[in-house]
């Protein structure tokens, strides 16, 4: 999709798009206007924020929701107790934030909060600030808030804050009073537990008044470069010490959900362009340790762009940030923040995965906290197809992990369904393990559903179709379905709204004369169209395809030269099949799956013969 930076920018236009909801497609607008000033010896600072909201939807708003993300690092946060009381606690959080001192806490104070220059009625519940509006924002208006608040950064816990343990000043994630998203299900105000986030579309320009001695990085495009330096232009690449006063960085982030930025006084800051005349930036701590492989990293970064703009579709932006900061990796608008002392494999691996999430999160922003496994999968999918390329891995199947990782949890007896919203699991291990591992099943296991060559369409016209809204599971389907002229709805329902499990068998082989009949049976409650793989005693082979009813449809014979034989619908009430292989061959060997792309819980009676 090409990308036009200048104008205003609005997202009214989607609703002529491709609409997947009988009520037609619509999203809000936001627009910020923000500045603060940074105490770096207090990490206090003061902010001012002018924000548009223009509202799309077909409804009359009474009332807003802000997000204020740095109240949760204060002892007795929803945060906090959950970290405290769920099984197996993040190890970076744990009862940390129940120790903090109040110059370590985070907080977001609103000091002053107006529309269209009249005082509003508002209250602050943890995380979420409660807005009673003066006026209601009726459907096709705008409304213009205006706000001002202190804030104290936190010592670094998870993901924001400052200091952290590889000693960077201020990961300045989530550090704004950010509007909740409404959409065609209504207000997305989740108090900040532990996930991620869903955002408004919009345009930001923000100026952040520091130290001269500190280099920034993060989203947007800079529009002062010659005054600041610092890489940028200017004055040069290292960070300067013993400066006085201040400066101020003037940012502009067009068409984005979010703005993110980070700052530190050992900063290097080096800059590589990209392909399509995107500009990489790289900005890490000044640690001899460290340099060699950060400098290393820049060119496999070119590599990830490249790789991603042709699975997937072009990066529409002009510069991205690979900044050392916060707690481990996490995605952000334009910009990542990772752990940067780590073997190379490991950076170029986080690298990976954190671009990646600039199509499958930035781009295609579908909520995280109800659709996690869209974000988190689809980006483990893509950024382990990426690395097996870039870093020459050279691995038949790169998400074999992640199907390891998916039977574990399947057969653990702890799995809930993929719907599950994602503050509500009842361990992070079946988090991390139903958004990453099974979420990236998903897409490899539909590419065996529907053919490689057909998922590969579909991520570029989910691309094509979706980039700048928020998808949901059903939006993505349905491409799925006109890409392979396929019915789908019942592999999104089984593998993401229950906890069937795939699991077929070879029950029966006999042979009478000059024919082989063979009996396949379903275990498992979930439906799968089959292959079966045959290797005879002559040394040929041939694959059986044996359609699944519902599916209503065949997928492509995925290795043409081997002779397939698409034998009769295989309806899923019906607990066995029979297949009758007349040909007069002996068969040695036989395999469902031999790809190991079907997450088969049970593939050792997948197999009868010797292999």
Request: glycine residues 8%; proline residues 5%.
């Amino acid at each position: 999709m090409k990308y036009i930076l200048s104008g205003c920018l609005t997202l009214f236009m989607v609703a002529f798009a491709t609409a997947q909801r009988s009520s037609g497609y619509w999203q809000q607008q936001v627009d910020y206007k923000m500045e603060i000033d940074m105490d770096v010896n207090d990490y206090q600072y003061k902010g001012k924020q002018v924000l548009t909201y223009t509202n799309n939807s077909p409804d009359t708003l009474n009332r807003v929701f802000y997000h204020l993300y740095f109240n949760a690092f204060q002892p007795g946060s929803e945060m906090d107790v959950r970290s405290r009381t769920i099984e197996d606690p993040d190890g970076r959080v744990g009862d940390r934030i129940s120790k903090l001192a109040p110059d370590e806490i985070g907080y977001i104070k609103p000091t002053l909060l107006s529309q269209d220059g009249a005082p509003v009625q508002y209250e602050v519940a943890g995380t979420v600030l409660e807005v009673v509006l003066d006026k209601p924002i009726l459907p096709g208006t705008s409304t213009t808030f205006n706000m001002e608040w202190d804030a104290q950064v936190p010592v670094q816990i998870r993901r924001s804050g400052r200091n952290n343990a590889e000693g960077v000043a201020l990961s300045m994630t989530q550090w704004y009073p950010k509007l909740a998203e409404y959409d065609f299900q209504g207000w997305h105000a989740d108090p900040y537990i532990g996930r991620e986030f869903h955002g408004v579309w919009g345009d930001y320009d923000v100026k952040i008044t520091i130290d001269k001695e500190y280099t920034i990085g993060g989203s947007g495009y800079l529009q002062n470069p010659e005054k600041i330096g610092h890489g940028y232009g200017g004055e040069g690449m290292e960070p300067k010490k013993g400066k006085k006063g201040k400066l101020t960085w003037h940012f502009v982030a067009p068409k984005v959900h979010d703005f993110t930025w980070a700052a530190d006084d050992e900063y290097i800051h080096d800059a590589v362009e990209g392909p399509n005349g995107v500009t990489l930036h790289f900005i890490y701590k000044n640690n001899p340790e460290i340099i060699e492989n950060w400098k290393n990293l820049q060119l496999k970064t070119v590599e990830l762009l490249k790789f991603f703009n042709e699975n997937i579709g072009q990066y529409p932006y002009k510069q991205y940030s690979v900044i050392q900061g916060g707690d481990g990796g996490m995605e952000y608008a334009m910009c990542t923040l990772i752990t940067g002392e780590r073997k190379f494999e490991s950076l170029v691996g986080v690298t990976s995965h954190e671009l990646a999430h600039s199509w499958f999160q930035f781009l295609l922003a579908t909520n995280e906290a109800k659709h996690e496994w869209m974000d988190e999968g689809f980006t483990s999918y893509i950024s382990s197809e990426a690395m097996n390329v870039v870093m020459e891995e050279n691995n038949p199947n790169p998400q074999s992990g992640s199907y390891r990782g998916y039977a574990f949890l399947a057969l653990s007896g702890k799995e809930q369904p993929q719907s599950t919203h994602a503050d509500r699991y009842a361990s992070n291990r079946a988090y991390g393990i139903t958004a990453y591992s099974k979420g990236a099943v998903f897409l490899a296991q539909l590419g065996y559903i529907i053919g490689e060559e057909n998922l590969q369409k579909t991520l570029k016209r989910y691309y094509d179709e979706w980039a700048f809204k928020h998808p949901t599971p059903n939006d993505f389907i349905r491409i799925a379905e006109k890409v392979s002229g396929m019915e789908l709805d019942w592999y999104l329902t089984d593998w993401t709204q229950t906890t069937n499990t795939i699991d077929y068998g070879i029950k029966d082989v006999s042979e009478e004369g000059d024919k082989t009949t063979v009996t396949l049976e379903r275990i498992g409650l979930m439906p799968m169209p089959i292959d079966l793989y045959v290797t005879y005693e002559d040394g040929t082979q041939e694959s059986f395809y044996i359609p699944l009813q519902m599916a209503r449809g065949e997928k492509p014979n995925p290795y043409p030269t081997l002779k397939r034989t698409v034998a009769g619908d295989w309806a899923w009430a019906y607990p066995t099949y029979t297949l009758e292989i007349e040909n007069g061959k002996t068969i040695k060997a036989m395999m469902i799956d031999a790809t190991q792309r079907m997450a088969d819980i049970n593939p050792e009676n997948n197999v009868y013969g010797e292999q």
